[in-house]
Nanobody, 130 residues
Framework: EVQLQASGGGLVQPGGSLRLSCAAH????????ISWFRQAPGKERERVSC?????????YYTDSVKDRFTISRDSAKNTVYLQMNSLKPEDTGHYYC??????????????????????WGQGTQVTVSS
């Protein structure tokens, strides 16, 4: 089965940075829009960013992370990244990556968009704390 693996999380102080990676076997990520989601305990899962397929330029961010997070691809490595700078305690949560059914992202990351796969995978934990 296809599994997306998110990695790169950890414990970081406020103001610090982390780079999350999303890798997959059996699925070419270039062909899909890819989203990053996060979920804090007791809160709903939210989409924080999305990148279009390589043939459709465009990246999108929810307001709370805009200008701090950057989503990108390395096609040669079949990997999608989420660079997170100026981290805040409210960024704490479990982060997941997921391919979208479509090749492009909806413009508003908060708008529901169908995912290609049912499984979320294991995700990676990000904790921002002093």
């Amino acid at each position: 089965e296809v599994q997306l693996q998110a990695s790169g999380g950890g414990l970081v102080q406020p103001g610090g940075s982390l780079r999350l990676s999303c890798a997959a076997h059996g699925l070419a990520l270039d062909y899909y829009a890819i989203s990053w989601f996060r979920q804090a305990p007791g809160k709903e899962r939210e989409r924080v960013s999305c990148i279009n397929s390589v043939q459709h330029e465009g990246t999108y961010y929810t307001d709370s992370v805009k200008d701090r997070f950057t989503i990108s691809r390395d096609s040669a490595k079949n990997t999608v990244y989420l660079q997170m700078n100026s981290l805040k305690p409210e960024d704490t949560g479990h982060y997941y990556c997921a391919p979208m059914l479509d090749v492009t992202c909806v413009k508003n990351p908060g708008t529901d968009q169908e995912r290609l796969l049912d499984s979320w995978g294991q995700g990676t934990q990000v904790t921002v704390s002093s």
